[in-house]
């Protein structure tokens, strides 16, 4: 049986389609280090919250980029790193 486009943009090798997934390790992390950067405003821990924020939210971006179990997933995480690493750069910009 031929495979359509939709299966192969949204099902996995088993045949479930994947659009969301729990949370591994980096967004869990990342979302921990944003929600804490949010209440500690300044100072080096703020610094240090934002660098591990960045760093967390960069390698899901990457990881599901090159592992990710279906096209749509591998696209989410290139438009992720896209647009995060671009708001960064623009953001720096403005400084």
Known sequence: MEKTWFDKIF????????????????????????????ILTS???SVGLDLIAFGSLFTWAWLELFQGVNYFRRMLGFVVLVGFVGLRIFSYDTI
């Not at 994947?18 to 949010?38: D, R």
């Open 11 to 38: 099902r996995d090798s088993n045949g479930n389609i994947v659009i969301a997934q729990p949370p591994n390790l980096p967004i869990i992390v990342w979302g921990v280090a944003s929600l804490l950067k949010l």
């Open 43 to 45: 100072g080096l821990i």
